[in-house]
């Protein structure tokens, strides 16, 4: 039995992030930063929620370049949010079309973007914002004189380095995803549709202990495969199809990341081949890899 680790985070974890995060406000001449993701909302406040997944609600956070976060949510998350380490909570009746929490982020906003009147967004590649745009648009409008700059490079350098008690995660769902791996090759069928086959994998990696699954996708075909984003579909895997399977599991918000290849029957030489060439790669990748 893989011995998972403890759930959650201690305060001084939050702290560190916190006290990171706004060393680098203040090199870059920022009064707060916006946050309306899951991901960074509960980065920064351990505020774990499935709510996120109704597109009914916004949720503000607002990093200050001194001090706690603020968190500006809707009533239906305050027990929750309470829990965290955070003291600074206002709520709003939610959903409310006139005034979805506008009122009280533009107040907050404009209470903390005194010093260097800058509000930090995050805008660059591969950030969100989880919020209206048109509530997006007059907020920006009701700024006036507020300098709205990027904040997503500064976010991304302190989530960059990861924790002992991060890495102990991370470490932990790859464990159990890689064991999961080992024992499909007992668990896989010929003459079952790649739906089937995952499904008994996702039943499998619950068993093991993970929390979830929530991307798995898979693809089958002689000799290889179209696509790694699609499926899985009802296609009837056969002998002599090459199979792949690519989870994306998760313990405690942390997620692996990797993807196997299954024979059935038999293997041509060009996928033999082709899955050498990228074993080697990888190792190679292992051996160049140096700390620091």
């Not at 709003?92 to 903390?112: F, H, Q, R, V, Y």
Request: aromatic share 10%; with cysteine; charged share 25%.
């Amino acid at each position: 039995m893989i011995i998972p680790p403890k759930r959650g985070f201690e305060v001084s974890e939050y702290e560190n992030r916190l006290d990171n995060i706004q060393k680098l406000m203040h090199e870059s001449r920022m009064d707060a930063i916006l946050l309306t993701t899951q991901v960074d909302i509960e980065y920064y406040t351990g505020f774990k929620t499935q709510f996120f997944q109704s597109p009914t609600r916004p949720w503000y956070v607002l990093i200050p370049s001194s001090n706690k976060p603020k968190a500006i949510i809707p009533t239906i998350g305050e027990s929750g949010m309470r829990g965290t380490w955070l003291d600074d909570i206002q709520t709003w009746t939610s959903p409310n079309p006139e005034d979805d929490g506008i009122s009280l982020l533009l107040s907050t906003i404009k209470s903390l973007t005194k010093k260097y009147k800058c509000l930090g967004v995050p805008k660059s590649q591969e950030s969100v914002l989880r919020m209206p745009l048109d509530d997006y648009e007059n907020l920006v409008k009701s700024l006036d004189g507020i300098e709205i700059k990027d904040a997503n490079k500064i976010l991304r350098k302190v989530r960059l380095i990861k924790s002992t008690a991060e890495i102990d995660k991370i470490k932990h769902i790859c464990q159990l995803t890689s064991q999961g791996f080992k024992d499909l090759t007992h668990l896989l069928k010929a003459g079952e549709s790649e739906h089937e086959n995952c499904k008994r994998f996702k039943q499998h990696l619950l068993s093991l202990g993970v929390d979830d699954t929530p991307y798995m996708v898979a693809g089958s075909g002689k000799d290889g495969y179209g696509s790694i984003i699609m499926g899985p579909g009802d296609k009837i895997i056969e002998e002599g199809d090459l199979f792949i399977v690519d989870t994306g599991s998760v313990f405690d918000s942390y997620f692996c990341d990797f993807d196997r290849n299954y024979a059935f029957g038999f293997i041509c030489d060009e996928a033999k081949k082709a899955y050498k060439v990228v074993f080697d790669a990888t190792d190679a990748g292992f051996n160049a890899a140096q700390v620091g």
